[in-house]
């Protein structure tokens, strides 16, 4: 029996006579965790299209070689017959079914023709303690955090008697403590045998967990390597093709005083008004300042921002003050009027539009700036400014009318920036400004936050990343349950002294009393 379970060779595919893939060759041994690293655009999502059926045999070149045996698929059936399974990003879970009823859709035991509720329970019993789950398998999937959900995808994958795993950046909504117990799991997938592609921006993770490391670039296999013979570094260094020194480029900038005041904040519950999700919130900015907030998810960041920019359909309390002035701000047309611009948590939901072209995702809510006094459309000053902010910004786009969803997770980002700086804000509020992209396009939006603030554009951002948030911030504000729970400068600023705020040992950034906590209890 071969040493691998995978073999995908000369893998060819083609886009509008662009090639996608070029003559990839992609091996993955038997039980192992292997990762799939790239740059958004690689290849990655394309291969695996190819490896678990979403891509039928004959619309690429090349063959797969499965357990020893070539094998063709025509669908993603055919490829979960043979134990493939891909868990994507955005997860297929049904809400409004159970557990239960979601791990054996399609695949329900039956008895005299009727559902056997009682096996598919039983089983899913076994499948969870398995995993070491503790979730009641008649949950209902929606009454999951997004979290179990993986995890549900998971055992699903497993009843089907997986033998080759595939996960799609598997942690881009979790927590870091919901990052461990899955990997965790992955581990011990691992011991019993499970062999895992591994697809992340998160190179940390892939350090932790594969045993090799695959690097796509520009549809290119670049290199195999072995995990012990590598680092972050080298990793990058792979996958953009070039040494970036320094992740973080900071710009000298300057800071200027305090123009921009939030006082005694509350934000209430959407759906339940007597709930308190944002508590006496206070902080203030300075012009051309970089104000990090730090927090667990769940812990008020995204409320408290949101609130303030009018989008936040929770009841709030609590003033806001612009150069001295107290501003009322009902929705987003009352922010952007008072200068403040917001790029949301999800840009595909709130950010773009996906089938529109890029010249309307970044002109369309600011088209009346281009109309003249008889409601005309000045094309021409609408195009070249357009123009201007896709080469500042570097945007990679062969046309200006190119849907926007043909882009690149970081493009379709720097689009959603584009359209923010188009009404030329004072504040630039960015919400997870790198969630799910690629290390090169985060860069290029590191650099961009730096060019802003020398500007003189203020800059808040929220961001799960403590890497980030010690890398860009000037400032960091730490929530935990709703409230501000500590204030520091960045300098000396260690993820030690942030986490230990965000989990609540911490009051008003005390080091030394959280070194306290920590390390004697």
């Known amino acids: 029996m071969s040493e691998y379970i995978l073999e995908m060779q000369g893998i060819i595919k083609s886009f509008s006579g662009v090639r996608a893939l070029d003559d990839v060759n992609f091996k993955v041994k038997n039980g192992e965790i292997h990762a799939l690293c790239g740059e958004n655009g690689a290849g990655k999502s394309t291969l695996m299209k190819i490896l678990s059926g979403v891509y039928a045999v004959g619309t690429y070149e090349g063959a797969i070689v499965f357990e020893g045996k070539e094998v063709e698929f025509y669908d993603i059936g055919d490829s979960e017959k043979l134990g493939i399974a891909i868990i994507h990003q955005e997860l297929s879970l049904v809400k409004n079914l159970s557990v239960s009823e979601n791990i054996f859709m399609g695949c329900e035991p039956n008895k005299y023709g009727f559902v056997n509720f009682h096996e598919i329970y039983k089983k899913t019993y076994e499948l969870l303690d398995e995993l070491n789950l503790d979730i009641n398998p008649h ?43 899955l990997m965790n799991i992955m581990k011990e997938l691992k011991r019993k045998g499970v062999t895992c592609i591994y697809i992340s921006h998160k190179l940390n993770e892939v350090l932790e967990l594969a045993d090799n490391v695959t690097v796509l670039r520009d549809g290119k296999c670049i290199k195999t390597e072995e995990i012990h013979n590598l680092d972050q570094n080298k990793i990058i260094n792979m996958m953009v093709g070039r040494e970036l020194k320094d ?133 021409a000053k609408e195009i070249r400014d357009v123009r ?13 009318d190119l849907p926007v969803k043909h882009l690149s997770g970081g493009n379709q980002q720097k689009v959603v920036i584009a359209k923010n700086l188009l009404v030329e804000p004072k504040i630039l509020i960015l919400d997870e400004p790198t969630r799910g992209i690629d290390v090169g396009a985060k860069y290029e939006i590191y650099k961009l936050i730096f060019e802003l603030v020398k500007e003189g554009i203020s800059i808040i951002m929220v961001s799960s990343e403590l890497p980030e948030i010690l890398g860009i911030s000037d400032r960091v504000l730490i929530m935990h349950e709703g409230e501000i729970k500590g204030e520091f400068t960045n300098e000396n600023l260690t993820q030690e002294m942030i986490m230990g705020t965000a989990i609540g040992r911490v009051e008003n950034g005390s080091y030394q009393n959280y070194r306290e906590k920590v390390f004697t209890e």
């Open 388 to 400: 201007q902010y896709i080469e500042n910004l570097k945007i990679k786009t062969p046309k200006m």
């Open 247 to 379: 992740l973080f480029p900071r710009i000298p900038h300057n800071i200027g005083e305090v123009f921009f005041e939030v006082n005694d904040f509350n934000v209430y519950d959407a759906s339940n008004s007597a709930k308190k999700i944002v508590r006496s919130a206070s902080f203030k900015l300075r012009k051309g300042e970089i104000l990090g907030i730090a927090g667990l998810v769940g812990s008020g960041r995204t409320e408290l921002v949101s609130s303030i920019f009018g989008t936040y359909e929770g009841q709030k309390e609590g003033t806001i003050k612009m150069e001295g002035k107290e501003i009322v701000i009902k929705n987003s047309i009352d922010a952007l009027l008072n200068g403040i611009a917001m790029v949301p948590e999800d840009r595909k939901n709130h950010g773009i539009i996906s089938m529109m072209s890029v010249q309307k995702n970044i002109s369309l809510s600011n088209i009346s700036k281009y109309k003249s006094s008889f409601n005309f459309v000045n094309k």
């Open 139 to 181: 949950t209902k999937v929606g009454d999951l955090g997004i979290a179990k959900q993986q995890l549900i995808e998971i055992a699903k994958a497993l009843s089907k008697n997986a033998k080759l795993l595939i996960l799609d950046e598997p942690t881009a909504s979790l927590t870091e403590i919901e990052v461990k117990i």
